[in-house]
């Protein structure tokens, strides 16, 4: 807003007493001080409010008066409840230093004139990023991206004073503003509160913002989605939009500005789907050929030309990790396959890394209800000191990712299995990756829990059997061993079911499981002993061992 317009505003009472030629000057925040010196809280473009407390002598005034135009304040208003009168020194050092004053009437409050600046200022900042966000969108949907989200997130930054974020379903940061002296980063534990958040509001039907208290601070979640679609088809694979801001105090023209800046973003998030069109042929031509039983020479051809696309400037062709995911809905009525292909894409990235990039190295295809990942792992040079390969993907790294956020949005009719593979290095590996990646999905989907995921590594003991044995039968051989044990737990606050959870992962040493239970050896003897008792089984036995570890794994 103008000075000009202050003198336009009757009911601020506002009286000019020098700088008429000064009027056009731009404010762009409000001060109330009487210190003598302010310097330090002003940024440049205040109207500045004061009752003349700093003022003991006639000298004060020029020393005041030069503080405020070295800042390059818009304008002094000086009220008139201290002194009566604003006094001669005052308005001739302003005229010296070409600085506008006014009076304020003693029935004017500073806190009326305050409210007044800051309305006027933030509701023509709105309007001045409602343009640009207009601007960038028609730019966006008409020609190549200009800058992708950050771009507008930096706006609202700075023309707002919001910190905000794109964060992906599992609450990885996709971009990100950042206000003066605090970075753009969000805390991965955070990101992924705020995405789980935004996922059970969603599924309850609530439409955004959704507004959350965490860590201090209130946050409001913005879907991006695409529209006319089925939740389900979607959701697991949505952007949102997270405002450090309660827009529940918002007024519609402030809502729908971030309702632009959405949209804005859906158009980038559309247009990196389209370029991820390469990656999913490239995975669907391999998967097809293994599948198929395709010469390994002809696979490796293939991967020849893929590695380029997925791994830009490697020279060296890359290890490769599968990884297969289903995603199943109650009733069967939303194919699982295209949702757990867009899921993959968003969470097969190191929830560390920053910005989109890292999900363009990875290619995922789909067959059925199912969704298979080709990840590549770049080779550790022959001259490195560091002869082995990079570690990859682990089951469990990838599942304390996601398993909070998107265990929020299945809740209720939904279930996600994923399998891990170990990485091969040569085509002739790529078929039994995938059927190991498959068997370790199935192995995933034996455990209860709306997300589950298993890796390879698991695949080598007893517990691969798990999947194939009848759910009634494993139910009944569950209830069996541990029913007696529950049932006593509940009746005396015995801790027998955590007791033998122990008592196995110590292998059977009396020593260790004790000390881990902080409990008396002759404790824990009485403990195992009831346990005994109850279920008839004898601990000293290998078979017995391994029925409860069975039991435990099952249940």
């Known amino acids: 807003m103008r000075l ?258 959405t949209q804005l973003i859906a158009v980038e998030r559309d247009r990196r789907d389209a370029a991820r069109t390469v990656r999913r042929r490239l995975a669907q031509e391999v998967l097809e050929l293994v599948q198929t039983g395709a010469p390994p020479a002809e696979i490796a051809a293939r991967l020849r030309v893929a590695a380029p696309v997925l791994l830009p400037g490697l020279g060296a062709a890359p290890h490769w990790q599968i990884v297969v995911a289903r995603v199943e809905w109650e009733g069967g009525d939303v194919p699982g396959g295209p949702v757990a292909q867009s899921l993959l894409e968003e969470v097969l990235v190191d929830p560390g890394t920053f910005g989109p990039e890292p999900s363009d190295r990875i290619a995922v295809a789909h067959t059925g209800d199912e969704a298979v990942a080709l990840v590549p792992l770049p080779a550790v040079p022959e001259d490195s000191a560091d002869t082995a390969t990079t570690d990859g993907l682990h089951a469990d790294h990838l599942l304390r990712a996601i398993h909070e956020p998107l265990g929020r949005g299945l809740d209720g009719d939904g279930r996600l299995t994923i399998g891990v593979s170990a990485s091969v290095h040569s085509a002739e590996g790529l078929r039994g990756a995938l059927e190991e990646a498959r068997h370790a999905r199935r192995v995933a989907a034996a455990r209860p829990g709306r997300v589950c995921a298993a890796g390879h590594e698991e695949l080598a003991s007893h517990v691969l059997l798990l999947p194939f044995v009848p759910d009634d039968v494993r139910r009944a051989f569950t209830a069996r061993l541990l029913d007696p044990l529950r049932d006593y737990d509940r009746r005396h606050r015995a801790e027998l079911i955590p007791t033998l959870e122990a008592f196995l992962d110590c292998d059977g040493s009396w020593t260790r499981c004790a000390t881990r239970l902080h409990l008396h050896v002759n404790t824990l003897r009485y403990r195992v002993g009831r346990i005994e008792q109850l279920t008839g089984r004898d601990l000293s036995r290998l078979e017995d061992k391994l029925d409860f570890f069975l039991a435990l794994r099952m249940s």
């Open 4 to 261: 000009r317009a202050l003198l336009d505003t009757h009911s601020l009472g506002l009286k000019l007493l020098g700088g008429e030629d000064e009027l056009d000057r731009t404010v762009r925040g409000v001060m109330t001080t009487d210190l003598r010196d302010p310097s330090r809280y002003l940024s440049g473009g205040e109207l500045v409010l004061t009752g003349l407390a700093w003022r003991r002598e006639p000298e004060d005034s020029e020393r005041f008066v030069r503080i405020l135009a070295g800042a390059g304040v818009a304008g002094l208003a000086a009220g008139e409840a201290e002194l009566g009168a604003i006094p001669d020194d005052l308005v001739q050092a302003c005229a010296r230093h070409r600085l506008p004053l006014f009076a304020v009437d003693e029935k004017v409050s500073f806190a009326s004139i305050t409210e007044h600046v800051v309305r006027q200022v933030s509701s023509e900042r709105a309007g001045d990023l409602a343009a640009v966000v207009d601007r960038h969108r028609r730019l966006m949907t008409s020609g190549p991206a200009g800058g992708g989200p950050e771009v507008v997130l930096d706006l609202l930054g700075s023309d707002l004073d919001l910190r905000a974020w794109v964060l992906s379903p599992t609450g990885r940061q996709i971009a990100g503003s950042s206000l003066a002296g605090a970075g753009p980063e969000l805390p991965a534990e955070l990101g992924a509160r705020l995405a789980g958040e935004h996922l059970a509001a969603a599924r309850s039907g609530r439409r955004g913002p959704h507004r959350i208290a965490l860590a201090g601070a209130t946050y409001s979640l913005f879907p991006i989605r695409y529209e006319g679609r089925d939740l389900r088809q979607t959701l697991l694979s949505d952007w949102l939009l997270a405002v450090e801001a309660d827009a529940g105090d918002w007024s519609e023209e402030r809502l729908d500005l971030l309702h632009g800046v």
